[in-house]
């Protein structure tokens, strides 16, 4: 009994080093029972030049600024001095991978895609959701329940089924795609997981998980295409790295199967900016190292962008966190101390009135006893002059209250006010809360990129009582388990600085409607001649 108790904490301990979702080490024996079967394989070419999106993150404009003038990202300034560079994209919100991702390859906001961000809480199941976040974090929640949303419920029933992939649109045409190493991969190809005996035998965790993906997959060392692939260990995160995503698609190059459409996701840059804050360029350095080796697989560089239509894509920026722990984290138990707060890893009780899930510079704040008005709760919450600004909703209508500015802003969608996106909303009270401008009878985001739809989207995300809450610069949330960044960066907001990314359009003459990442999707399609909108 104490040996097994021992192995299950030795595999809860690895489990929890992941950063992102799990991935696992595996022996060469289970590496070929994922192994690509190019014999086999039903492959369908397309006309048009295929297109590769390389998803950063964590990739900002000033630093990459920076890195592009002491000439130390040669790759990355080729690619923009070769096509179009759009520094200003605007994320989703929250600004979390997850639902980034999720933004990207369905064209939506999380009201339509259904993935609030990294931790939420689930009222149907009466349970916290995290697909992988601090290591106390993901020890509280449970290990299980942590691996299974990641990999299985996050593509399966948390993204919703009205919404479409890119993935799936392609499949629907009979194009082939590939995902390497995104989180979200929701496609019509049945694809399996393959997870180590040692953890099957001393968990309850499958040896295998069956997925529905693209036709090309890889997902760190549970599911990879390239063999000879070794860029999956413990040490290197599993297969989470960019090295092995820059493995998996020059195999897809080497052997002439890159199909129309690919996703490669480049997690490296994140980790390198949470600890050493935004200015820092080492990150990017080696981002341009892999982009270098891609590059390079073509005689030329100029060859290259001939036969292939290249995006490179941040997904969130980042702002910096300050150094004092006690001034600079913001530690919602004590603002709300007076409730009955529910205990991460237990279950919900019925006497819990208040449930917090932190996704860094951003909360989810769930009102579980019907008795406490939400804008009381909000009320209480603005008196921290740390909080940035305070929102929920009310039947229709979205309330927002900042410590910096009296009243309220009310905002709802209606056909009154067109703003700089060709959407049309009611907006009543104070604007200055979300920095809002009236331009030329338009409605300018100033502060706040296209604050009113994501904000919208956040709040109808999931079922549920809640607010958000948003940290201002130099501060995050945090309960007992969530990480930390002081002294570093952080995103999670609606703020500017979390929330634009740059763009990089090589080969393509077209770009995007808009500079927002929900806008990406559709005209990757029409580069395709496809035109088809979600369900």
């Known amino acids: ?124 199941e009466k349970r916290v959701i995290t697909y992988g976040s601090g290591m106390m974090e993901i020890w509280k929640h449970g290990i299980y329940d942590m691996i299974l949303d990641g990999l299985k419920n996050l593509n399966e029933k948390h993204l919703s089924p009205n919404v479409e992939t890119i993935y799936e649109i392609l499949s ?63 040490w290197q995160k599993f297969g989470l790295n960019d090295q092995f995503s820059t493995n998996e698609l020059l195999f897809l190059m080497k052997n002439q199967i890159l199909p129309p459409f690919s996703m490669v996701y480049f997690p490296n840059n994140d980790q390198v900016v949470h600890k050493k804050g935004v200015d820092e360029i080492e990150g990017l350095k080696k981002v341009d190292d892999q982009l270098q080796k891609i590059l390079n697989f073509y005689p030329t560089w100029d ?101 910096d500015h009296n009243g309220s802003l009310s905002f709802e969608p209606n056909h009154v006010i067109q703003d700089m996106y060709e959407q049309f909303w009611s907006v009543e009270g104070n604007l200055e809360i979300l920095d809002l401008d009236f331009k030329d009878n338009e409605l300018q985001y100033n502060t706040y990129p296209d604050a009113l739809a994501r904000l919208y989207g956040a709040l109808h995300s999931h079922q549920g009582r809640f607010l958000v809450a948003d940290a201002k610069i130099k501060y995050e949330f945090t309960d007992e388990y969530s990480p930390i960044h002081i002294g570093g960066a952080g995103h999670g907001s609606l703020h500017i600085d979390d929330s634009l990314v740059p763009m990089i359009i090589t080969g393509p003459n077209s770009s995007p409607k808009y500079t927002r990442i929900i806008d990406i999707k559709d005209w990757i399609l029409q580069l395709m001649d496809i035109n088809k909108s979600n369900k």
């Open 1 to 124: 009994m104490i040996y097994k108790s021992i192995l299950i904490t030795i595999t809860s301990i690895v489990f929890i080093m992941l950063i992102l979702i799990a991935g696992l080490d595996q022996n060469p024996s289970e590496l070929n029972k994922a192994e690509l079967n190019l014999n086999t394989l039903n492959y369908n070419l397309s006309s048009s030049k295929p297109v590769v999106l390389i998803i950063v993150d964590s990739i900002m404009d000033e630093s990459l600024q920076n890195a592009i003038q002491s000439s130390e990202i040669p790759a990355i300034k080729f690619l923009i001095d070769k096509g179009k560079y759009f520094p200003n994209v605007v994320s989703s919100y929250p600004t979390m991978s997850v639902t980034i991702d999720s933004s990207i390859l369905t064209g939506k906001y999380p009201d339509q895609h259904q993935v609030p961000g990294l931790v939420w809480y689930n009222e149907e």
């Open 172 to 234: 629907m045409k009979e194009m082939d795609s590939a995902s390497i190493n995104g989180l979200i991969y929701r496609g019509n190809n049945t694809q399996t997981l393959f997870l180590p005996n040692t953890f099957s035998q001393f968990s309850e965790l499958p040896d295998k998980i069956n997925v529905k993906a693209p036709t090309f997959f890889s997902f760190g060392s549970l599911s990879q295409m390239n063999p000879e692939n070794q860029n999956h260990h413990v």
């Open 303 to 403: 060859e290259a962008i001939k036969k292939v239509n290249w995006i490179i894509l941040g997904d969130s920026g980042q702002s910096r966190i300050g150094k004092d722990k006690d001034k600079n984290l913001i530690r919602l138990k004590s603002l709300l101390k007076e409730y009955q707060i529910y205990e991460l890893g237990s279950e919900v009780k019925e006497h819990d009135q208040i449930l917090l899930s932190v996704n860094e510079r951003m909360a989810y704040i769930y009102v579980l006893d019907d008795n406490i008005s939400l804008q009381k709760i909000a009320e209480q919450i603005k008196q921290d002059n740390r909080v940035d600004f305070v929102a929920w909703k009310e039947e229709k209508s979205i309330h927002v209250l900042s410590p």
